[in-house]
């Protein structure tokens, strides 16, 4: 194969990384969202937990859009 | 890329360095680069901003002491719940709030046009997560002695089971300074690239021969809506790295678990 073909293949490849992070992701605001509707006084509090869940899953999918644009302009 | 890089302008451009002065004591490449630049902007900007807030500092406070007053309160509080309440708490707060208006100014000063984003440099972060878990290790020692290693042996699991998890309590250990540091990095690089991406999508749609150039209101509208993003990424990075070292720092201020 060639290996710049090859080199793009990996990079959409390594893109559906951001899946896994896009499934957490609804499922953390999802969870909230219905743990909050049952007892909105409790979710204020809890908010930065919220947000702390919210950028730690979200780096994970930055991660494999990090190996798809080392793919892309570094290697 | 190829729409991208059709207007001239590489994605990744921005994170170039320049030598701003050049130099080289003893034959050591000492020269102060763009990074280096805003690295003292960031620096001076903090020290400013506290000590111009601060000055006839009352009772009642003012506009910018209140900020001020904001922001310690924002980090004592996150220090006093993740960290420590007492005295370990106060000896680490110093640390802690450095390092996270360190880290929160240099990613708000790179979502400014054209101005470099330090934290995108993975020297950078890396630099930041080994000194967090460089006085993690030392402070262990310190205080508890060889009693800091008791942390790889997780309490009330039986002996059988040892050999498998002490090894992953290691790896999950020096596992941390990677994530730490690639966490933020990664972040502040790929949402720099995808905005430089989007911008390069509106240069060459109004590029284009007539109607497509009515089409270029939708990347730039996409570009808005990520710089809006990539703010509220920018202070979360900082919040996520300060919560980070605080829950680090307290394996080493409370020991075994």
Same mark, same amino acid.
């Given at each position: 194969?060639?290996?710049?073909?090859?080199?793009?293949?990996? $990079? &959409?490849?390594?893109?559906?990384?951001? +899946?896994?992070?896009?499934?957490?992701?609804?499922? !953390?605001? #999802?969870?909230? @969202? $219905? &743990?909050a509707?049952?007892?909105?006084? +409790?979710?204020?509090?809890?908010?930065?937990t919220? !947000?702390l #869940?919210?950028? @730690?899953?979200?780096?994970?999918?930055?991660f494999?859009l990090l190996?798809?644009?080392?793919?892309?302009?570094?290697v | 890329?190829?729409?991208?890089?059709?207007?001239?302008?590489?994605?990744?451009?921005?994170f170039?360095?320049n030598?701003?002065?050049?130099?080289?004591?003893?034959?050591?490449?000492?020269?102060?680069?763009?990074?280096?630049?805003?690295?003292?902007?960031?620096?001076?900007?903090?020290?400013?901003?506290?000590?111009?807030?601060?000055?006839?500092?009352?009772?009642v406070?003012?506009?910018?002491?209140?900020?001020?007053?904001?922001?310690?309160?924002?980090?004592?509080?996150?220090?006093?719940?993740?960290?420590?309440?007492?005295k370990?708490g106060?000896r680490?707060?110093?640390?802690?709030?450095?390092?996270?208006?360190?880290?929160?100014?240099?990613?708000?000063?790179?979502?400014?046009?054209?101005?470099?984003?330090v934290?995108?440099?993975?020297?950078?972060?890396?630099?930041?997560?080994?000194?967090?878990?460089?006085?993690?290790?030392?402070?262990g020692?310190?205080k508890?002695?060889?009693?800091?290693?008791?942390?790889?042996?997780?309490?009330?699991?039986?002996v059988?089971?040892?050999?498998?998890l002490?090894?992953?309590?290691?790896i999950?250990f020096?596992?941390?300074?990677?994530?730490?540091?690639?966490?933020?990095f990664?972040?502040?690089?790929?949402?720099?690239?995808?905005?430089?991406?989007?911008?390069?999508?509106?240069?060459?749609?109004?590029?284009?021969a007539?109607?497509?150039k009515?089409?270029?209101?939708?990347?730039?509208?996409?570009?808005?809506?990520?710089?809006?993003?990539?703010?509220?990424?920018?202070?979360?990075?900082?919040?996520?790295?300060?919560?980070?070292?605080?829950?680090?720092?307290?394996?080493?201020?409370?020991g075994?678990?």
């Amino acid at each position: 194969m060639d290996p710049v073909a090859a080199k793009y293949i990996g $990079a &959409g490849l390594a893109c559906l990384g951001m +899946a896994g992070a896009g499934i957490g992701l609804g499922n !953390l605001f #999802g969870q909230f @969202l $219905a &743990g909050a509707l049952r007892n909105p006084s +409790a979710a204020d509090s809890q908010r930065g937990t919220l !947000l702390l #869940g919210f950028a @730690l899953t979200e780096a994970l999918g930055i991660f494999s859009l990090l190996i798809a644009l080392l793919l892309l302009f570094a290697v | 890329m190829i729409l991208a890089a059709g207007g001239g302008h590489s994605p990744i451009e921005q994170f170039v360095l320049n030598k701003v002065v050049t130099w080289k004591p003893f034959g050591i490449d000492a020269s102060i680069t763009n990074s280096t630049l805003f690295m003292i902007v960031t620096v001076l900007l903090i020290c400013g901003f506290l000590y111009y807030a601060m000055q006839g500092a009352s009772r009642v406070p003012g506009r910018m002491q209140s900020a001020a007053e904001m922001l310690y309160e924002f980090v004592a509080t996150t220090v006093r719940d993740n960290l420590d309440d007492g005295k370990d708490g106060k000896r680490f707060f110093p640390f802690v709030f450095s390092l996270f208006t360190f880290v929160l100014t240099c990613n708000m000063l790179g979502m400014i046009p054209g101005f470099f984003t330090v934290t995108s440099h993975i020297i950078v972060t890396a630099a930041l997560a080994l000194l967090v878990i460089t006085v993690v290790i030392a402070y262990g020692f310190l205080k508890h002695g060889i009693g800091f290693l008791k942390l790889f042996v997780p309490s009330g699991v039986p002996v059988v089971l040892m050999p498998l998890l002490v090894p992953i309590e290691i790896i999950s250990f020096v596992s941390r300074p990677v994530s730490l540091s690639v966490r933020l990095f990664a972040n502040m690089l790929a949402g720099h690239i995808a905005l430089k991406i989007f911008a390069g999508f509106v240069a060459t749609l109004l590029a284009a021969a007539g109607a497509w150039k009515l089409i270029a209101i939708l990347p730039l509208g996409l570009t808005v809506a990520l710089s809006a993003l990539e703010l509220l990424v920018a202070l979360l990075q900082a919040y996520v790295f300060a919560v980070l070292t605080c829950v680090y720092l307290s394996d080493a201020v409370h020991g075994a678990h």
